[in-house]
């Protein structure tokens, strides 16, 4: 079983910043990638930023410039740098994880941490 925990959430006046953090556990064989996302109520589920096994990272339109994800993916962990928020980066966001739990091939999971609240307001 795969959890992911995640810490970091709370509330910053506009032009602050925020450092979100997610440890996944468990019976992991390879991490194979580890994203987070963000969803506002009333919005459809976002995609903020990725990385997977190698070290490649992708960002959001929105997030690029201001947003940086890092981390140790052979350690389960990954880290999301949010910078200049904006009342516009409020929103529950939530660290996914890709995983394969054997070492052949047909037993991948797809994980989901419980979410955290980012709110920017004055």
């Known amino acids: 079983q795969v959890q992911l925990e995640e810490s970091g959430g709370g509330l910053v006046q506009p032009g602050g910043s925020l450092r979100l953090s997610c440890l996944a556990s468990?019976?992991?064989?390879?991490?194979?990638?580890m994203d987070w996302y963000r969803q506002a109520p009333g919005k459809a589920r976002e995609l903020v930023a990725s990385?997977?096994?190698?070290?490649?990272?992708n960002y959001a339109d929105s997030a690029h410039g201001r947003f940086t994800i890092s981390g140790d993916i052979a350690n389960n962990k990954i880290y999301l740098q949010m910078n200049r928020l904006k009342p516009e980066d409020t929103a529950v966001y939530s660290c996914?994880?890709?995983?394969?739990?054997?070492?052949?091939?047909?037993?991948?999971?797809?994980?989901w941490g419980q979410g955290t609240q980012v709110t920017v307001a004055s």
């Open positions: 996914n994880a890709r995983v394969d739990y054997c070492r052949g091939y047909g037993c991948s999971l797809d994980v």
């Open positions: 468990g019976m992991i064989f390879r991490m194979k990638s």
């Open positions: 990385m997977n096994s190698r070290g490649a990272t």
